[in-house]
């Protein structure tokens, strides 16, 4: 793993437990706690967080992992007018409505863009933004490169009802054949992408994430990168604005290690 945050709490907690003894011990405790919210990817809903939510909580965290409205356990809201805006909001909302701050926003993959959307309307909330094997959006960008329907059947086949888009079989996500189990479970709940979500552009007015403390986190264990890809991921390993780490598995980091997971969004959240 690469790492190029200083663990700076870490000592400022050791400084202070050394001059006041155990209640400083108690505060740096108290003080790790965080509210994190986790945005899952493209045909995904919330319930693919289920392993690393319930190791978070374990750890005293407090954890929301909603379903982006059409997917998962939100399915029954589908609709051809949903599109990157409604997902935005979906985020942005659950923020206000619960009054959360200091937040660590997570997106995985489809999910980084909807992140970036909430960071650029709600910095003020967000305390750190992970960008779990991410798209990380520019102003202007669409998901789908070439932004029209036409490229989406190209790359998904017929879309469903003219709008939804089905995810390429095989179904795995990076997740191994031998993880039979876990596999099974994706493929249930899987539930197919709405198009307008691929094909607004996003609006980024102040920057989307620039500003907050932020982290990039690769998944590592896929084939080789194109130039471009390889282009692309080295402006987060050289930009002092990110942190960069590694995890040594397939995109869906979240169902092949869960725990490592995990634990890697509660450290960088600490800046270590």
Not at 55 to 60: A, D
Not at 187 to 206: C, E, H
Request: glycine fraction near 10%; charged fraction near 20%.
């Amino acid at each position: 793993m690469i790492s190029r945050r200083i663990a700076a709490q870490g000592a400022v907690a050791l400084a202070l437990g050394s001059v006041l003894g155990t209640p400083a011990k108690s505060s740096a405790i108290e003080h790790s706690k965080k509210t994190f919210v986790l945005v899952h990817g493209a045909w995904h809903g919330g319930w693919c967080w289920k392993m690393v939510r319930e190791h978070l909580q374990n750890k005293g965290h407090r954890v929301f992992t909603p379903s982006l409205t059409g997917l998962g356990d939100r399915q029954h809201l589908i609709s051809p007018e949903i599109n990157l805006d409604t997902h935005i909001a979906d985020i942005a909302n659950l923020m206000i409505w619960e009054d959360l701050e200091n937040i660590v926003l997570v997106g995985h993959s489809y999910g980084g863009v909807i992140i970036s959307g909430v960071c650029d309307a709600h910095k003020d909330r967000v305390a750190h933004a992970i960008f779990l094997d991410a798209t990380v959006p520019n102003d202007g960008d669409t998901v789908l490169r070439g932004g029209t329907k036409k490229i989406a059947e190209k790359n998904f086949g017929p879309l469903e009802d003219g709008y939804l888009a089905h995810a390429r079989e095989p179904i795995s996500f990076g997740v191994p054949d031998h993880m039979a189990g876990e596999l099974a479970w994706l493929r249930k709940n899987v539930t197919p992408q709405p198009l307008g979500t691929w094909l607004q552009p996003i609006s980024l007015l102040n920057g989307g994430s620039d500003g907050i403390d932020r982290t990039f986190i690769y998944c590592s264990d896929k084939p080789p990168l194109s130039q471009t890809q390889e282009t692309r991921l080295q402006v987060f390993r050289d930009d002092p604005t990110w942190g960069y780490e590694e995890l040594p598995c397939g995109h869906d980091s979240m169902i092949i290690l869960p725990i490592e997971t995990a634990q890697m969004f509660a450290r960088v959240s600490e800046g270590g």
